[in-house]
């Protein structure tokens, strides 16, 4: 088809779209001009940015169930967005598509303290789950740092995690039950509130689907009893490769921190010049970690990671003993993003995790790599489950910079499964780790995936191009691993 | 067809098979004679037997590949069988299929103190890995009765519990990675070292699907370091609704127990009668509380446990002040089903989950479903997580009473589902509660199912007639919600 040709069906579904949408929703939750839909044309990984053919914004399941009863009718894909605060390019908008706001799903429709959970709509904010929960004496655990604007329902599609991952596990640990739109339409609930759940484990595989086979429109969560006390420790390190070794050592002494977060040089260097936190400036790298549990399980455990870290090389050991003080030493770390954003033009922040062993020489080896692309990077982390987030350093005005950016960031993913690790902590794979995914697993893997994608979503409508490459982008990107020979089963390569 | 041309084409598949299969393995790895199969004609749930095709015994991944490839070439069904101990009949051999049985895959291949991981073939006995881990101070929490028997292949397919599930999570929160033959015969390996993985969840798939999805070759496991001190804590209640109130007393102060089981009258009577734990015969119910940690946590904890159970009116408080007394308490509890065992000649022993705060509701229920039918029940159970485990008493010899007893049974799981449960804590759905899935799902839901199972198996031949019905099979047991007046997808409903 030639590219008129092509506009100009585009531009005949999108006529029809638009009216349909018009008689199914009220005339506000349809938008459709230039300038309404540029809001909505990138997420949180500004560097790629479409603007769909509308954006809808249902307030009811049953207006969600209809506009993907309608696009599937039309064979228009469909992108959904909560908050749109993703990393990697998750809610990016297909161009030929539809994209789907879950903005109006805000409200929290139970907290249930006996129960301890919290039924909510997905455009709820994590933060305000914990918020409704407080005067039960509870809080829902994961926390990315976006936790003040992300919603639930993307938390559940990218499995995000958080500082707190470490201890009370990613967002799949802490889920319970979910309503999903099916590209049919149809409403499935799936997971429940026994312990174990009959049949197969829809929930795991719905959580961190990143919008691929289904659309979230509830979400119940798990809730957890406040700890009676939390108490933070600032280690300060000559030598990343001791600090490294310490998270190690904590570790394997049975502990396991409610965070565990690493800083290296140049992150202290910023966030201390940013908020004045007090941080040792010139250490090679802190470690801040975070104790919490009963009074004497703290106490306890405080006694014993100070041992521990002093005994790992740290060259100062410093014991928050106030709560004023405790959110002093966390303001640095919670403020580092910004802070590198600060003496840098530009800054793109990698996800990748990595056994904790393995810890010391992959942060070696990023030294080196920086070098190399002279490109400065700065590591701000959850060194306790190994998961990293380099930010590399560049200004976009020059010229070729983006692209060397782009292929640093890419060889880090690359070192992360050279090491037994993987491409995504809690970021998910969106648009932005695509060609990763290649490297990650070999045609069998994705084959499986395209496989489960075909069950669900045989027309693969539901968010396209993102989390799952084609076998054939693979081929493209060099880093197909065919199996015996051929691709296997090559009429599921069309996702 | 005929039931002669049935027997005498399976006859000839009968016979290819064990000339194809002598051929790839050594003589003493294919059994085929009437006594060599006799072992192998049910696994833990006996109510059900039937004779495989033939027996194979491979001890290599390759071997495995091989027999599935050939299975699939011949559309014969497999069923892949552990130590045979699961008690939902999940492992029942296909009268016109394989048993592939791993018991000769028993290795345990690594221990990794340092990542807190086993790497171990899928036949290595659940307590053979905690003993592994023992010099290195680490353990495997997930444990089920069976621990001393059951194998890690069939606990991730069960998904398995344990008493320790309440604090340390099931099956698929501990383990980490697995290598699974696909039906293709290909070698998948799913899951990572990392804290999250890219693409769709298939680990957690894979768990609990009870052997449809593919066959697990090898498991790495989570391990855990071994809590400093665990104390355990006997409380009496003279009446059952006052136990079960405890349990969400305990569970709101915000305590999570290693384990908090219950056991009512008829069972603390015959446990006493076998093992003299001490137990206060009379109580209308127990409860044992075990709580572990560190050294500071468990006193804490022992003193607000001891504090809640009286305030629950609880008639009498003991906590174990020695590791001797501790196994005593324990004692009966883990001598519970044997001791049922030795007062009714037959048992059958249930497994359902609900949401606690239920609890006193379904056991009054259940005391009057058990005068209505005329069976005594006993109940011996996970009380912290709301898994029910009663034991229906009867007596196989007395005519009709097998077939009350499955429909007492069937009435149970449905009273679970009523009150917002589900029809299996621990011990998978197998054969057991093929039904009770009917009630469990709608269409909608099980039509899901069958598309997994499609991508995944497409011609239905891992562990067939298991764990997810047809919705044929759910009509005529007449449970089948139908949707919209018709069933969906009607082409998926034949594994």
Tied chains: 1, 2.
Excluded at 8 to 23: D, Q
Excluded at 25 to 43: G, I, K, N
Aim: aromatic share 6%; proline share 5%; hydrophobic share 40%.
């Amino acid at each position: 088809m030639s590219t008129t040709a092509k506009q100009s069906t585009a531009s005949t579904t999108r006529e029809i779209l638009i009216r349909r949408f018009k008689a199914l929703l009220p005339a506000e939750q349809v938008l459709s001009s230039a300038e309404d839909l540029h809001p909505y044309e990138c997420d949180g990984l500004s560097a790629y940015r479409k603007l769909p053919l509308a954006v809808v914004l249902p307030d009811t399941i049953e207006q969600v169930q209809k506009i993907v009863e309608l696009c599937a009718e039309l064979d228009v894909p469909v992108v959904a967005r909560g908050a749109g605060t993703g990393l990697s390019g998750g809610a990016l908008p297909h161009d030929q598509g539809v994209l789907l706001s879950l903005a109006r799903f805000n409200r929290i429709l139970q907290v249930d303290p006996q129960q301890r959970v919290a039924r909510v709509q997905p455009g709820v904010r994590n933060l305000a789950i914990s918020e409704a929960a407080a005067p039960f004496g509870l809080y829902y655990a994961p926390d990315p740092s976006s936790q003040i604007a992300c919603s639930i329902g993307g938390n559940v599609a990218e499995n995000a995690g958080g500082v707190h991952c470490l201890k009370y596990g990613l967002t799949v640990h802490n889920i319970q039950q979910l309503k999903v739109v099916t590209i049919d339409g149809e409403l499935l609930t799936i997971g429940g509130s026994g312990l174990d759940a009959a049949g197969y484990d829809l929930l795991a595989l719905m959580t961190g689907s990143e919008g691929m086979l289904g659309v979230i429109v509830e979400v119940t969560v798990k809730l957890l009893p406040k700890p009676e006390r939390a108490q933070v420790i600032l280690a300060a390190f000559d030598d990343v490769v001791n600090a490294g070794q310490a998270v190690g050592n904590i570790i394997s002494a049975g502990i396991i921190p409610a965070g565990l977060e690493m800083m290296d040089k140049l992150a202290i260097q910023a966030a201390e010049d940013f908020v004045h936190a007090g941080y040792p400036v010139g250490a090679a790298a802190i470690l801040l970690c975070e104790l919490d549990g009963t009074n004497e399980e703290v106490s306890a455990h405080v006694y014993q990671v100070r041992e521990i870290l002093n005994q790992s090389g740290a060259t100062e050991v410093r014991t928050a003993d106030s709560e004023a003080e405790r959110m002093n030493f966390w303001k640095g770390r919670k403020a580092a993003f910004p802070a590198v954003g600060r003496i840098s033009p530009d800054y793109y922040c990698m996800d990748g995790t990595i056994p904790r062993k393995h810890l010391p020489e992959v942060l070696r080896k990023m030294a080196d790599m920086s070098k190399e692309y002279d490109l400065p990077v700065a590591n701000v982390f959850h060194a306790g489950d190994g998961n990293l987030h380099p930010l590399i350093l560049y200004d976009a005005n020059k010229p070729g910079e983006l692209e060397r950016t782009e292929e640093f960031g890419g060889k880090i993913l690359e070192l992360c499964v050279e090491v037994g690790g993987t491409i995504t902590g809690e970021h998910g794979v969106g648009m932005e780790k695509i060609n990763q995914m290649c490297v990650q697993f070999d045609a069998l893997e994705l084959t499986q995936f395209h496989a489960i994608k075909n069950a669900l979503d045989p027309k693969g409508l539901l968010n396209p191009g993102k989390a799952v490459p084609t076998l054939h982008r693979c081929a493209e990107f060099g880093a197909m691993h065919v199996h015996h020979g051929e691709l296997p089963f090559p009429e599921l390569d069309r996702f």
